[in-house]
């Protein structure tokens, strides 16, 4: 069992950069491939970025965010991170970060084995 627990969310102004993280805990955090995923009021939950198990070689972003975003894993500190650069309002949402025991950040949230509670992060204009 898995738990995760992420931090870093905020309120920020348009342009800003946050910083989130994702502590794991209770298994063995390189084995999983970590997803970044973000849910806005009254939206399906949205795939945002993801990276491979391991060496974290492999990372995938959604299009609204490549560029703009980039995820990373410290597996020696157990934790995945997802640091925000150019933020814009319609990246105000709470972030989620999710283990997965394929190889790959895969963009389907139904596939993740583990959750996180989620981490504020509203971006005004």
């Known amino acids: 069992q898995v738990q995760l627990v992420e931090s870093g969310g905020g309120l920020v102004q348009a342009g800003d950069s946050l910083r989130l993280s994702c502590a794991a805990s209770?298994?063995?955090?390189?084995?999983?491939?970590m997803g970044w995923f973000r849910q806005a009021p009254g939206r399906e939950r949205e795939f945002v970025a993801g990276?491979?198990?391991?060496?974290?070689?492999?990372?995938d972003y959604a299009d609204s965010v490549k560029g703009r975003f980039t995820i990373s894993r410290d597996n020696a500190k157990n934790t995945a991170f997802l640091q925000m650069k150019s933020l814009k309002p319609e990246d105000t949402a709470v972030y989620l970060c999710?283990?997965?025991?394929?190889?790959?950040?895969?963009?389907?949230?139904?596939?993740?084995?583990?959750w996180g509670q989620g981490t504020q992060v509203t971006v005004s204009s």
């Open positions: 209770g298994g063995a955090f390189s084995r999983y491939a």
């Open positions: 990276i491979s198990s391991w060496s974290g070689a492999s990372t």
């Open positions: 999710a283990a997965d025991r394929y190889v790959y950040g895969r963009r389907d949230y139904s596939v993740y084995d583990y």
